[in-house]
């Protein structure tokens, strides 16, 4: 009897929960500009994560906070790269988390598995066709506008429902470029876009997302709509609402979770999961 073939993306079993762990590549401001401490310090703290339990290690070189002044494509490169190439070479899954077509250009080439896009390969007109020659699994998140302005005043007839549409629209866009759908993963993109209320009901709905047929990854690490449930709690005392939010992502049946706190979230999935008492 032919073994029945466990459902994988980026080689990873998607009959479980993975945590992704969170590498921002931004200059060490102790550093005198040398980018070899940047470049260190980001990967001994992915290869803790790793130890930590971390199936992914999603780079990232560009800070997309609002108003955050834009990095130039090749100072994100010169982030990236070394941070990739070298875990690449010591066999870890990475994904780049880039809206550039040159990022994932030069981040495939150093050993990058997977291809990140919070603009859903639309952001650079370039990136569709990247993606599919790379032959890469891709991750397409939702973002409504654009990171400076994108939470000025969202909305939706009906968030979930507009959203789903949406990211449908990206998956058959990726399927007449040539990506198939076991390459591709999608996100909600918590906190794009969204008001509290279009995040909490996206969160209390997410397994809808699971008719599209594909796996699903969620990023609510330290987003600013714990700080509205919890308005004493700035961003680095967000922990409690990460993990409860990561738990109910498991609960709804996501298979991949974006985190700061690998250990921590990797702990409350591991209990969660145990004789499912949650
Ligand atoms: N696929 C996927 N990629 C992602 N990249 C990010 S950056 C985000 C953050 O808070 O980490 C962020 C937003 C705004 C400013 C800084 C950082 N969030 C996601 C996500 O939710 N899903």
């Not at 569709?128 to 939470?151: C, F, R, W």
Request: with cysteine; proline share 4%.
């Amino acid at each position: 009897r032919l073994m029945a073939k466990r459902p994988d993306y980026a080689g990873l079993d998607m009959a479980s929960c993975h945590v992704m762990g969170i590498i921002n590549v931004t200059p060490d401001s102790f550093s005198d500009g040398g980018d070899y401490n940047t470049t260190e310090q980001s990967v001994a703290r992915a290869m803790a994560m790793i130890e930590q339990g971390a199936s992914i290690i999603d780079v990232g070189g560009e800070s997309t906070r609002p108003g955050a002044d834009t990095v130039s494509e090749d100072e994100e490169i010169n982030r990236v790269v070394p941070v990739i190439r070298e875990l690449a070479s010591k066999g870890h899954v990475v994904s780049i988390d880039t809206r550039h077509a040159g990022v994932m250009e030069a981040a495939i080439e150093a050993g990058a598995a997977i291809i990140n896009d919070v603009t859903g390969l639309e952001g650079d007109e370039r990136s569709m066709e990247v993606a599919a020659a790379s032959g890469k699994p891709v991750m397409l998140m939702h973002m409504q506008g654009e990171p400076g302005t994108m939470q000025a005043d969202p909305k939706y007839d009906c968030a979930v429902l507009d959203i789903y549409d949406y990211l449908l629209d990206r998956i058959e866009s990726c399927e007449r470029a040539g990506i198939s759908r076991d390459r591709i993963c999608i996100d909600p993109g918590i906190g794009f876009g969204k008001t509290l209320s279009h995040n909490l009901e996206l969160l209390s709905r997410l397994a809808i997302f699971h008719g599209l047929g594909c796996p699903i990854l969620l990023g609510t690490s330290r987003k600013s709509f714990i700080g509205k449930i919890d308005p004493k709690a700035d961003p680095k005392q967000r922990l409690g609402g990460s993990i409860a939010s990561a738990v109910n992502g498991w609960r709804h049946g996501v298979q991949m979770i974006r985190v700061h706190d690998v250990p921590e979230t990797v702990q409350a999935i591991s209990v969660a999961s145990s004789t499912s008492i949650v």
